[in-house]
């Protein structure tokens, strides 16, 4: 999603905002408004206003199994809403931070973003959003006053856009999770921390659904599925008959696939070093697979010779660097164009020869598929509901939420493509 330089200055201009002397003045506004929106809620739900208990998968240490808690979900303050997590599915992007391998270890910690619920209750200034609303969680959002949320190309919110560093809430810094046990406070995770039964999210990162969507599938599209159709539909935009070739057969590439279909491609080429894409490949209807150890050639010059020259787009969802380098070379001069959509490791440098651009081949990325969380995403979730895209094939396995480490082991080797957890089992 963002290389690590993107979010060091994100975590500049954090800590530029936190430490303005203004906070300690909102905050005590933040404890009157707290308590008038506990009576406003408590209309609704008999838990508003009051701390909740439940389970939450903890990440205690890098890489280390996730150990199920019993914790405590501190009711929404203003603008926040408090979810009851249904199902959550498991990225990628939690597996990196959990590994922290290229990233500043941030433990303990609830993970979690890809998922969908129910709202238990909101906090003071929420109007769009009600106790009993179908939602979908966001790792980013979109507050609808900043310079970004009002530009039409932009999805980057200036306020909610995604912050791997941040650890607590956005009004106060402050974590809504603490152990029962020890009231020992646990860090967030992408302002979503969706491995709690429970969680506590900034209402402008909260996505309303149609209650009659199955949540279980819905959740898919607070992250990978989005990312991957948006990064065709929104970045890429290919013309009608277009060649496309997609590095990296995971459920964001795949994504992408589907939105080569709908986009009217000619020829979707997936690229994957595992020989059992394949299946997947033939499964999401892609018309040709390459696997690059299977060529003495660079993978770009097999590209070239298979679409007389170049390829319109190419779509980079591995995060290897090398693989980007790939695309900008496989790419048709004139007019290919490649998006970054995998997340490269912190210290990676891309190169190419300037000639590239010289010979008007562009280069490009995104976040989420370049779609506004409230006022972009509706219309995918349109196509869900009218059957134009569909999520189950996505699935591939399916675990309660006491065995969640399973899920990471199902990734970590490579096996299926999403593993559903479901929260209340
Ligand atoms: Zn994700
Ligand atoms: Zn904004």
Same mark, same amino acid.
């Given at each position: 999603?963002?290389?690590?330089?993107?979010?060091?200055?994100?975590?500049?201009?954090?800590?530029?905002?936190?430490?303005?002397?203004?906070?300690?003045?909102?905050?005590?506004?933040?404890?009157?408004?707290?308590?008038?929106?506990?009576?406003?809620?408590?209309?609704?739900?008999?838990?508003?206003?009051?701390?909740?208990?439940?389970?939450?998968?903890?990440?205690?240490?890098?890489?280390?199994?996730?150990?199920?808690?019993?914790?405590?979900?501190?009711?929404?303050?203003?603008?926040?809403?408090?979810?009851?997590?249904?199902?959550?599915?498991?990225?990628?992007?939690?597996?990196?931070?959990?590994? @922290?391998? *290229? +990233?500043?270890? %941030?433990? !303990?910690?609830?993970?979690?973003?890809? &998922?969908?619920?129910?709202?238990? #209750?909101?906090?003071?200034?929420?109007?769009?959003?009600?106790?009993?609303?179908?939602?979908?969680?966001?790792?980013?959002?979109?507050?609808?006053?900043?310079?970004?949320?009002?530009?039409?190309?932009?999805?980057?919110?200036?306020?909610?856009?995604?912050?791997?560093?941040?650890?607590?809430?956005?009004?106060?810094?402050?974590?809504?999770?603490?152990?029962?046990?020890?009231?020992?406070?646990?860090?967030?995770?992408?302002?979503?921390?969706?491995?709690?039964?429970?969680?506590?999210?900034? @209402?402008? *990162? +909260?996505?309303? %659904?149609? !209650?009659?969507?199955?949540?279980?599938? &819905?959740?898919?599209?607070?992250? #990978?599925?989005?990312?991957?159709?948006?990064?065709?539909?929104?970045?890429?935009?290919?013309?009608?008959?277009?060649?496309?070739?997609?590095?990296?057969?995971?459920?964001?590439?795949?994504?992408?696939?589907?939105?080569?279909?709908?986009?009217?491609?000619?020829?979707?080429?997936?690229?994957?070093?595992?020989?059992?894409?394949?299946?997947?490949?033939?499964?999401?209807?892609?018309?040709?697979?390459?696997?690059?150890?299977?060529?003495?050639?660079?993978?770009?010059?097999?590209?070239?010779?298979?679409?007389?020259?170049?390829?319109?787009?190419?779509?980079?969802?591995?995060?290897?660097?090398?693989?980007?380098?790939?695309?900008?070379?496989?790419?048709?001069?004139?007019?290919?164009?490649?998006?970054?959509?995998?997340?490269?490791?912190?210290?990676?440098?891309?190169?190419?020869?300037?000639?590239?651009?010289?010979?008007?081949?562009?280069?490009?990325?995104?976040?989420?598929?370049?779609?506004?969380?409230?006022?972009?995403?509706?219309?995918?979730?349109?196509?869900?509901?009218?059957?134009?895209?569909?999520?189950?094939?996505?699935?591939?396995?399916?675990?309660?939420?006491?065995?969640?480490?399973?899920?990471?082991?199902?990734?970590?080797?490579?096996?299926?493509?999403?593993?559903?957890?479901?929260?209340?089992?």
């Amino acid at each position: 999603m963002h290389s690590l330089q993107k979010q060091r200055s994100l975590l500049f201009q954090y800590l530029r905002s936190s430490s303005n002397s203004n906070n300690i003045i909102h905050n005590s506004k933040m404890i009157l408004s707290s308590s008038s929106s506990l009576l406003l809620a408590s209309n609704f739900s008999s838990t508003a206003g009051k701390v909740i208990p439940c389970k939450a998968a903890v990440a205690w240490e890098a890489g280390k199994p996730l150990v199920i808690e019993d914790v405590e979900v501190a009711p929404p303050q203003a603008k926040e809403v408090r979810i009851n997590i249904k199902y959550s599915s498991l990225c990628h992007t939690d597996l990196y931070f959990w590994e @922290s391998k *290229s +990233v500043p270890p %941030i433990f !303990p910690r609830i993970l979690g973003h890809e &998922a969908s619920g129910v709202v238990e #209750s909101v906090g003071d200034g929420v109007s769009n959003l009600k106790p009993g609303d179908h939602v979908l969680p966001l790792f980013t959002g979109e507050c609808g006053e900043c310079p970004n949320c009002k530009c039409e190309d932009s999805n980057m919110c200036e306020v909610l856009r995604i912050n791997p560093t941040r650890e607590g809430m956005i009004s106060d810094g402050k974590s809504r999770f603490s152990t029962i046990k020890d009231k020992e406070p646990i860090s967030h995770f992408l302002g979503t921390s969706t491995f709690s039964q429970y969680t506590v999210v900034h @209402s402008g *990162s +909260v996505v309303k %659904i149609n !209650p009659t969507l199955p949540l279980d599938k &819905a959740c898919l599209l607070s992250c #990978s599925i989005s990312t991957g159709i948006g990064s065709i539909l929104n970045v890429a935009k290919p013309k009608k008959g277009a060649s496309i070739a997609i590095f990296g057969l995971g459920t964001v590439g795949l994504a992408a696939a589907e939105g080569a279909k709908i986009a009217g491609a000619s020829r979707i080429i997936g690229i994957d070093k595992n020989p059992n894409k394949l299946e997947y490949a033939r499964k999401f209807g892609l018309t040709d697979f390459v696997n690059p150890e299977e060529h003495e050639r660079p993978v770009h010059e097999v590209l070239k010779e298979m679409t007389n020259g170049g390829v319109d787009r190419c779509i980079e969802c591995t995060g290897n660097i090398n693989a980007l380098m790939s695309a900008m070379e496989a790419l048709h001069d004139g007019w290919g164009v490649a998006v970054l959509v995998g997340v490269p490791s912190g210290d990676a440098v891309f190169k190419t020869n300037p000639f590239n651009f010289l010979n008007e081949k562009t280069i490009t990325g995104t976040t989420f598929g370049n779609y506004k969380p409230k006022t972009g995403l509706p219309t995918l979730v349109d196509m869900f509901m009218n059957n134009k895209l569909e999520l189950g094939k996505f699935i591939t396995h399916r675990v309660p939420l006491s065995e969640i480490n399973k899920a990471f082991d199902y990734m970590i080797k490579g096996q299926g493509l999403r593993t559903i957890i479901d929260m209340n089992d």
